[in-house]
């Protein structure tokens, strides 16, 4: 299954795209809310050995390592990034999924990176009020700040997911 355009809407609506510096040309690398470099819509930045390009101090590195200039490069990276999370999902759901349900997952996923709790709600086709309990519940903070950000998307992650 891939993500279908209103669920890419959904992740570009919450990821926005991302220009730390609006005094220069082009796209730039943005610090997220809890200190993650990110580029285009929400692309976590990572180093040489595969961490998360981090704080202040590290914003020479996050330029240096930017790839994500214009909009269309930022869309080429979402494509990209997408099938990462849809394997993700693939392979973490183990019961039929329909569209909505796949892109709210698909969008969840490539936020926090998912969730085995939720993951095993879902295969075992728990109660739908503590799946939506968790959406509504789960990852809306950071670095212990609840987030209106996060508590919408969230919110609009679980509409999708129980709609026909």
Same mark, same amino acid.
């Not at 269309?72 to 909505?100: F, G, H, M, S």
């Not at 509504?136 to 670095?143: D, F, M, Q, S, V």
């Given at each position: 299954?891939? %993500?279908?355009?209103?669920?890419?809407?959904?992740?570009?609506?919450?990821?926005?795209?991302?220009?730390?510096?609006?005094?220069?040309?082009?796209?730039?690398?943005?610090?997220?809310?809890?200190?993650?470099?990110?580029?285009?819509?929400?692309?976590?930045?990572?180093?040489?050995? &595969?961490?998360?390009?981090?704080?202040?101090?590290?914003?020479?590195?996050?330029?240096?390592?930017?790839?994500?200039?214009?909009?269309?490069?930022?869309?080429?990276?979402?494509?990209?990034?997408?099938? $990462?999370?849809?394997?993700? $999902?693939?392979?973490? $759901?183990?019961?039929?999924? %329909?569209?909505?349900?796949?892109?709210?997952?698909?969008?969840?996923?490539?936020? %926090?990176? &998912?969730?085995?709790?939720?993951?095993?709600?879902?295969?075992?086709?728990?109660?739908?009020?503590?799946?939506?309990?968790?959406?509504? %519940?789960?990852?809306?903070?950071?670095?212990? $700040?609840?987030?209106? &950000?996060?508590?919408?998307?969230?919110?609009?992650?679980?509409?999708?997911?129980?709609?026909?």
């Amino acid at each position: 299954m891939k %993500t279908s355009q209103r669920g890419i809407n959904l992740i570009k609506e919450f990821e926005s795209l991302h220009d730390g510096d609006l005094k220069q040309a082009g796209l730039q690398p943005k610090m997220d809310p809890i200190g993650i470099w990110t580029e285009g819509y929400g692309r976590a930045m990572r180093d040489d050995k &595969g961490n998360f390009i981090r704080g202040a101090a590290n914003k020479g590195l996050a330029i240096k390592r930017a790839s994500v200039y214009t909009e269309k490069d930022a869309e080429n990276a979402l494509r990209q990034d997408l099938e $990462v999370y849809e394997k993700i $999902v693939a392979q973490k $759901v183990k019961i039929p999924l %329909t569209q909505n349900q796949f892109d709210a997952l698909v969008s969840y996923t490539y936020n %926090t990176g &998912g969730s085995d709790t939720l993951w095993n709600l879902i295969n075992r086709r728990a109660d739908p009020a503590k799946i939506k309990n968790w959406f509504l %519940t789960k990852y809306i903070t950071a670095g212990g $700040v609840k987030l209106k &950000g996060l508590i919408r998307r969230r919110k609009a992650e679980a509409d999708l997911y129980f709609e026909n």
